[in-house]
T-cell receptor, first 113, second 112 residues
Framework: SAVISQKPSRDICQRGTSLTIQCQVD?????MFWYRQQPGQSLTLIAT?????????ESGFVIDKFPISRPNLTFSTLTVSNMSPEDSSIYLC??????????FGQGTRLTVV | GENVEQHPSTLSVQEGDSAVIKCTYS??????FPWYKQELGKRPQLIID?????GEKKDQRIAVTLNKTAKHFSLHITETQPEDSAVYFC???????????FGKGTHLIIQP
């Protein structure tokens, strides 16, 4: 199956700043998604990253806070903007396509201080 | 939107025994049901999945069953081993084009 490289793997950021997380897939996938996993919790879908157009956000997530880019079929970024301690979480990107199952990057562990 | 309920939240079994984790979903349009295993500090790893046109799927010690009428699906692990200890998540989605809705997870503990 395809492999997703996600970076950074972890970061500690000051409140009020922004962090951009990158995901690179080693083969073309139809869909890419971004999830958040708070400590000890399940995964929650943030948005679908659409190639060449605006991302589709789930309820409770907005573009101003989590702008997403997907310039081609193998790359996407998620920015966590104007961070607060409540944004401390693990952020995971995922790829899927056709009958290819959803597979995940290794995650970015974000701590906001 | 989709809602996925998962039970139990914690499951402790003796090594060699079987473990069963159950999930229900709400959206009849969901047609893809994967199970993920997540070890501490690692990414979720797909262990088995099932699509709505299949009632059961097996891969060595792991099996998944799906009842579309009742909107529930289950993970069965037989002959459990210490390395099976992890958190297991069920999920539901449209298959490929849609993101997944996850259950809250089951912490599986294999007692030696």
């Amino acid at each position: 199956s395809a492999v997703i490289s996600q970076k950074p793997s972890r970061d500690i950021c000051q409140r009020g700043t922004s962090l951009t997380i990158q995901c690179q897939v080693d083969s073309q996938v139809t869909m890419m998604f971004w999830y958040r996993q708070q400590p000890g919790q399940s995964l929650t879908l943030i948005a679908t990253a659409n190639q060449g157009s605006e991302a589709t956000y789930e309820s409770g997530f907005v573009i101003d806070k989590f702008p997403i880019s997907r310039p081609n079929l193998t790359f996407s970024t998620l920015t966590v903007s104007n961070m607060s301690p409540e944004d401390s979480s693990i952020y995971l990107c995922s790829g899927a396509g056709g009958h290819t199952e959803a597979f995940f990057g290794q995650g970015t562990r974000l701590t906001v201080v | 939107g989709e809602n996925v309920e998962q039970h139990p939240s914690t499951l402790s079994v003796q090594e060699g025994d079987s473990a069963v984790i159950k999930c229900t979903y709400s959206d009849s349009a969901s047609n893809y049901f994967p199970w993920y295993k997540q070890e501490l500090g690692k990414r979720p790893q797909l262990i088995i999945d099932i699509r709505s046109n299949v009632g059961e799927k097996k891969d060595q010690r792991i099996a998944v069953t799906l009842n579309k009428t009742a909107k529930h699906f289950s993970l069965h692990i037989t002959e459990t081993q210490p390395e099976d200890s992890a958190v297991y998540f069920c999920a539901a989605g449209g298959g490929g084009a849609d993101g997944l809705t996850f259950g809250k997870g089951t912490h599986l503990i294999i007692q030696p």
